[in-house]
């Protein structure tokens, strides 16, 4: 698996802060660690001698670290031979050095170790640099862990697509990749993690007994409460029918119990009853492992609750507004790192300052008091602290403004009430200075050092890395909506349609609508993939196909619209489709978006369907996802994806395929339409094996409407 950006940018970062301790203090072998549960867990090691390396999972009762951290041994131990607490742990260990690597509110994080083979008398004499040592590396360490939770959030919004139809949280396919995410962050951080299978009691009696409609209900009420009281990192999916998953990312078997009795009881408030399991992951078998382990204990919780008396779920009425539990401000990547160094150098503001020309803007900043400035302020650079310390005219620390005689004059020092600054240039990874990350105290900080520039320069590398990303994602996203938008406004996408016709006569059964986009940029297909990675992929959709049907009132026949499940539900998209003579209209969806809830997708065509509105599955024999669409939607039309068409004549199991499809359409009343068809013995092939309808280039192309309505009949009434 792939090492992410940010634990590989920690693996590195403390990498290099164990080889420093390595040459300044003397000891050979480096390593820090955090305790998951059991067991220990090294997250970075310079090692000669002791035989650790990062990734290694080690017996946490077994260690030092747990006797430094209980307070049985001392954190310098010049001469191991003198502690007796140390004689069923060390062998071979003459000397070792363990401090707490905490993060700035004091939060222990993991240890910091050092060991070497010799004695070593002097070594009290530098545990100073130790610890300051290990204070970056809590700083840095703290930060992944932040940044790590903003991911969290992060991948909650891609889950977006990641759906359940029917609850909107997330399905089986969200719930995999959580876990495959979470399982690499907690191998290389030494987190851990609980997971917690809920299973509803009694879903199939309110089916049965009251309908899908009242079991629907509480499906998506449980999903609600479960939501409603869970941070935002964790993660709520829908495994399936009346199960649901919860991910709970660094949380113990016992935290993850008191969350499971709040959320029982608050279920219990509104009728709903549960079977439960959870576990908690270990380092050595993994989540997936926890997950199976849950799952059992669901299935036993359930089975006393069977051998108790069946208990049907009667979820109250109307449910009032629910608060979600508390979690940590919604700040981006880089305001969470500036909060974090805030309370770390004990100043009042941290801001990251971006030079634009003559200008700099402040792109983020933290502070806990009031400021003339905001995050976005443009002011000129000249006069500022920020261009003095680029141009190197200004010391990184400045404890005292007022006894600088350049400062103290500045209109920005008494303006934004400066009494000690920190900072330091930001650059790319190319040299090219970016701005600066600077932080101030309104009131003087005489004991503010060069230690405190350090911690700055240390975690400067890694706020660059996210301005860098953050500003590409935001850039991206910018410029593809303000071409977007000036697109739309153009009246864009032009339409062409390719027609469909009957294999035995040529005749038309209607016609195909596609979108074009201009010829110097993106595909079509890289259009609708980048709207939906932005968020406006259904604005896009609803535009190409409002400039679709405007072909309706003069082309005869059907129009084929190709629409993506999500659009497909928007209300916005109901009202348009209502607006249609719905028995010329086809809805056609591909295998390209996942359908998680069928259910959902049929009850919201069950009524235009009835109008006469007609359904068509594309990319049939492309994979299993277009067969579970022909299965679970029931089509009016089957589309054979080109693959299967593409040779059909000399390819005897693409022949065999065909023609279960055609059977299976026989007996199913939905019509087969083969997609490009480029050559004679291609359609020959297909009308042997009596495929109804066909389109391709061999029979005609993608067209303007002009062009088509000269081939295509015109609608005369």
């Known amino acids: 698996m792939t090492v992410s950006p940010e634990l590989a940018a920690f693996e590195n970062a403390a990498t290099l802060i164990l080889e420093d301790l390595r040459e300044r203090v003397g000891l050979k072998s480096w390593n820090v660690s955090r305790r998951d549960g059991d067991e220990q867990v090294v997250l970075a090691a310079v090692d000669n001698r002791m035989n650790f390396a990062a990734g290694q999972v080690r017996s946490w009762a077994d260690s030092i670290c747990s006797l430094v951290l209980e307070g049985t041994v001392p954190m310098c131990i010049p001469d191991t031979a003198q502690v007796p607490a140390l004689a069923k742990f060390v062998t071979e260990i ?3 050095a363990t401090v ?7 939060l222990v994080l993991g240890t910091l170790c050092g060991f070497d083979l010799d004695q070593r008398p002097d070594l009290q004499a530098v545990m100073a640099v130790i610890h300051r040592q290990a204070q970056i590396l809590g700083v840095m360490l703290s930060h992944e862990l932040r940044l790590a939770e903003e991911v969290r959030r992060a991948e909650r919004s891609e889950q977006a697509a990641h759906q359940d139809v029917l609850t909107s949280v997330g399905n089986r396919r969200a719930w995999d990749v959580a876990l495959a995410r979470e399982e690499h962050r907690a191998a290389r951080f030494g987190t851990t993690a609980t997971i917690v299978i809920f299973d509803l009691n009694g879903l199939k009696q309110i089916n049965d007994e009251e309908g899908h409609e009242a079991g629907d209900q509480l499906l998506v009420r449980t999903a609600a409460e479960l939501g409603a009281r869970l941070r935002r990192s ?3 999916a829908r495994l399936g029918g009346d199960e ?23 279920l219990g408030e509104v009728g709903i009853s549960v079977s439960v399991g959870l576990a908690q992951r270990s380092a050595s078998a993994g989540l997936l492992d926890a997950w199976r382990q849950a799952d059992a204990e669901m299935y036993v919780d359930k089975k006393r609750s069977h051998e108790r008396g069946p208990s049907v779920p009667r979820p109250r009425s109307a449910p009032t507004v629910i608060s979600p539990m508390p979690s940590s401000s919604p700040l981006n990547s880089v305001d969470a790192v500036l909060d974090l160094l805030k309370n770390q150098l004990r100043m009042d503001v941290v801001f990251v300052n971006r030079f634009e020309g003559t200008q700099r803007q402040f792109r983020n900043l933290v502070t806990s008091v009031e400021l003339p400035i905001r995050a976005g302020t443009v002011e000129p650079a000249a006069g500022s602290y920020c261009k003095l310390i680029a141009d190197g005219s200004l010391p990184a620390v400045t404890p005292r403004t007022q006894a600088n005689p350049v400062l103290r004059e500045l209109p920005v020092t008494e303006r934004l009430g400066i009494g000690a600054y920190l900072g330091v240039p930001l650059r790319r990874p190319d040299g090219e200075l970016y701005g600066t990350l600077c932080a101030f105290s309104v009131s003087e900080k005489p004991d503010l050092s060069e230690r405190d520039a350090q911690v700055l320069r ?7 890395r996210l301005v860098e990303s953050e500003d590409v994602r935001d850039d991206e996203r910018h410029d593809f909506i303000r071409d977007l938008d000036r697109f739309l406004t153009q009246g864009g996408p032009t339409v062409v349609y390719q027609p469909i016709h009957n294999l035995s006569n040529l005749s038309h059964l209607g016609l195909e609508a596609l979108s074009r986009f201009p010829s110097d940029g993106p595909s079509p297909a890289e259009w609708f993939a980048r709207a939906a990675t932005h968020g406006v992929g259904p604005q896009l959709e609803l535009r190409a196909a409002r400039n679709a049907v405007a072909s309706l009132s003069v082309i005869d026949g059907l129009l084929f619209l190709n629409v993506s ?11 348009m489709i209502n607006e249609l003579p719905l028995d010329r209209v086809v809805l056609e969806m591909t295998e390209h978006e996942a359908i998680e809830d069928y259910d959902t997708v049929n009850a919201s065509l069950r ?8 359904l068509a599955v594309d990319d049939a024999g492309a994979g299993f996802a277009s067969m579970h669409h022909i299965l679970a939607l029931v089509p009016d039309f089957i589309k054979l994806d080109i693959s299967l068409v593409r040779g059909i004549d000399k390819d ?5 395929m065909a023609a279960s499809l055609q059977a299976f359409g026989a007996k199913t009343g939905a019509a087969l339409i083969a997609e490009g068809i480029e050559t004679a013995p291609e359609m020959a092939a297909l009308r042997q094996l009596d495929i109804t309808y066909g389109q391709g280039y061999h029979l005609s192309r993608p067209e303007p409407l002009e062009d088509i309505l000269r081939i295509c009949p015109i609608r005369t009434t």
């Open 565 to 575: 499940p999500t659009t497909l539900l928007t209300p916005e998209f109901t009202r």
């Open 100 to 106: 707490p690597v905490t993060a700035p509110d004091g």
């Open 94 to 96: 003459g000397a070792c």
């Open 607 to 614: 009524s235009v369907r009835g109008q006469g509105l007609r």
């Open 458 to 464: 240390g975690v400067g590398d890694v706020v660059m």
């Open 652 to 656: 005897q199991a693409k022949q065999a």
């Open 234 to 236: 964790d993660t709520v």
């Open 244 to 266: 649901f998953g919860v991910l709970l990312p660094q949380t113990t078997q016992e935290q993850g119990q008191r969350v499971v009795d709040d959320v029982i009881t608050r």
